[in-house]
């Protein structure tokens, strides 16, 4: 019976492997590829690289200042998951080490904005944004998205430190380090990789917010998914400018995966 | 050893608590007073006024969006234990082919679509399901599957389906690692030692697995369950709600009593419910987080 398991595994493993890739990367690579092929060749099947085009591109520039959207989203995204992740680092550490209630209530609330539906919180902050205008600006966002970044840096962070032994801080204290300078000098390069893969997620999370910021934006400031949203209302669907739209907005992802698996090699190799 | 943190940890810490209390606890109570006020544009009159229960009692009784609202929420939340179910058995067989590690590619398709901005998600929706331009509407009217006139998004059943299906190619893939995730906390030798004395798998699964990763399996459960109840993005980009109602989720009811319909009263109402509902799940979620966390501090798991 072990002997007819291990000839079935591989098969097994393999089969599994094929058939996930296929239905997750299917519809993506489709996307993608629908972006760059004119609207007639996509209708009669006839998908090849001589039918690829770039009009849809055109077409979507010209009807969407695409540049100002990228810029805008690139800067809310990168300065709040940047501050969030070193801001979120220090009071990781101290939910995690710090004694009494504060820092165990704090770990709840970080959860608690984390799982709260936007929308519970957005009626209000429209009238905050107003009243002290931060509608509309760039500013206003980076903040909101700073706090609700912050809150994942803390709420997966945490347990991630309670599991480092305390035996690190305690050689820290006795090497004369305190309080910052345990921190950044001692815990942080002892979780780079948590903290690379989590700079990834907050900056994704502002990356794909739609509700706050379709709410909290109007025409100064406009980030993909509200672009996005603008492309799907009105009567007349332009599906090759969707897709194009969409392609831009995965760009992030391919760059994040070549970072990560750049940067692990580079630390194999060191390692060896 | 005193407390190891130091100064500048502790001021960083309280000033974020004080951030967060006070964006998370000032709208809650200001949604609870404003429930109470009759804040309608459509009478004059009266707004402003103290009116009680009156915004609960017109939700409950005078508007069926809010209980189509519940209702649609419901199978939402319904479709995320269906696909916590179906993440589960696809975890179990992983576990079965990789106790171990996983492959990294495998990892990376897995944490694709989850990755991926809901807005897409919901682009993707349109470009494959839409009334005139949808490739697989067209293939299926091609086909004969449906009528000519009909489509996906047409429908209450099909617009409801739609979205299920978006979500669960958007969540299964996650869910299921992080299922797998937890199934490592069991040691592989205990996995061993229970194939090598011939106990069934699913004895295995009912006295080893489940009960040892039971913490993270009920944290991840409610994971999902939340996002099932605030399900706004995909619906938003995909069908807007409609057609008619039948896709409004609590979110966009919330979203179109606020800002479209402008009636914040009984917005606030809702939104007051909203919170209730939310709370049902966070409370558990919480408890669970911080004994996880306690056995993580002690060096159990």
Redesign the interface.
């Known amino acids: 019976m072990t002997g007819n398991m291990r000839r079935i595994t591989p098969l097994a493993r393999f089969l599994t492997g094929a058939v996930l890739t296929i239905v997750i990367l299917t519809p993506i690579v489709l996307f993608v590829l629908i972006s760059f092929t004119s609207r007639i060749s996509v209708l009669t099947g006839t998908i090849s690289p001589k039918t690829l085009t770039l009009i849809h591109y055109q077409q979507l520039f010209a009807r969407v200042d695409v540049s100002k959207v990228l810029f805008d989203s690139i800067a809310i995204a990168t300065i709040s998951s940047l501050v969030a992740v070193i801001l979120g680092l220090f009071v990781a550490y101290f939910v995690s080490r710090g004694r009494g209630w504060v820092p165990n209530q704090l770990y709840s609330l970080a959860l608690t904005i984390w799982f709260v539906p936007s929308v519970a919180l957005s009626a209000q902050l429209y009238f905050w944004f107003q009243d002290v205008g931060l509608y509309d600006r760039m500013f206003g966002l980076i903040l909101l998205y700073f706090i609700v970044s912050a809150s994942l840096v803390v709420a997966l962070l945490a347990p991630y430190l309670d599991a480092i032994p305390r035996r690190l801080d305690e050689a820290a204290w006795i090497d004369g380090l305190r309080g910052l300078a345990v921190v950044c000098r001692v815990i942080a390069p002892a979780i780079v990789p948590a903290l690379e893969g989590i700079t990834i997620l907050a900056f994704l999370m502002s990356w794909n917010e739609l509700l706050y910021a379709s709410l909290l934006t109007d025409r100064r400031v406009s980030t993909l998914p509200v672009a996005m949203l603008g492309l799907t209302t009105g009567s007349h669907i332009e599906w090759g400018q969707i897709a194009a739209l969409g392609t831009l907005s995965l760009l992030p992802i391919p760059i994040a995966f070549i970072f990560i698996v750049r940067n692990r090699l580079s630390s194999f190799s060191s390692t060896a | 050893?005193k407390?190891?943190?130091?100064?500048?940890?502790?001021i960083?810490?309280?000033i974020?608590?004080s951030?967060?209390?006070f964006?998370?606890f000032?709208?809650f109570f200001?949604?609870v007073w404003k429930s109470l006020l009759s804040l309608d544009p459509a009478f004059p009159t009266r707004f402003g006024s103290f009116v009680g229960f009156h915004n609960y009692m017109e939700l409950f009784f005078n508007e069926p969006e809010f209980s189509d609202s519940l209702q649609t929420t419901g199978i939402f939340l319904a479709a995320g234990l269906g696909q916590c179910v179906v993440a589960f058995l696809l975890a179990l067989?992983?576990h079965r082919?990789?106790p171990r590690r996983l492959?990294p590619?495998?990892i990376?398709?897995?944490a694709?679509?989850f990755?991926?901005?809901?807005?897409?998600v919901?682009?993707?929706g349109?470009?494959?399901l839409?009334d005139?331009?949808g490739?697989i509407t067209?293939a299926a009217r091609d086909l004969g599957l449906i009528a000519e006139a009909t489509a996906p998004l047409a429908s209450t059943a099909g617009a409801i389906l739609s979205i299920c299906l978006l979500d669960a190619?958007r969540w299964i893939?996650i869910t299921a690692l992080f299922f797998w995730l937890g199934f490592r906390v069991v040691p592989q030798r205990e996995t061993e030692a229970a194939l090598v004395d011939g106990i069934s798998p699913v004895a295995t699964l009912r006295y080893l697995l489940l009960p040892r990763a039971a913490a993270v399996i009920g944290i991840i459960l409610l994971?999902r369950l939340?996002d099932s109840?605030?399900l706004?993005?995909i619906a938003?980009?995909l069908t807007?709600g409609g057609p008619g109602t039948s896709t409004m989720t609590?979110?966009l009811y919330?979203?179109r009593l606020?800002?479209i319909q402008q009636r914040?009263g009984l917005?606030?109402a809702h939104?007051t419910i909203?919170?209730f509902g939310?709370a049902i799940?966070?409370f558990p979620?919480?408890q669970r987080?911080?004994k996880?966390?306690n056995q993580?501090?002690a060096?159990r798991?």
């Open positions: 050893m407390d190891p943190t130091g100064r500048g940890v502790q960083a810490g309280w974020f608590a951030l967060l209390a964006l998370l000032v709208p200001v949604t067989w992983l082919l990789w492959p590619y495998l990376a398709v897995l694709l679509p990755v991926l901005s809901p807005s897409v919901g682009l993707m349109i470009l494959y839409h005139q331009v490739l067209r190619w893939p994971i939340l109840f605030r706004f993005d938003t980009i807007g609590v979110s919330a979203n606020t800002f914040f917005a606030a939104l909203l919170y939310v799940l966070v979620l919480i987080a911080s996880f966390r993580l501090k060096g798991l």
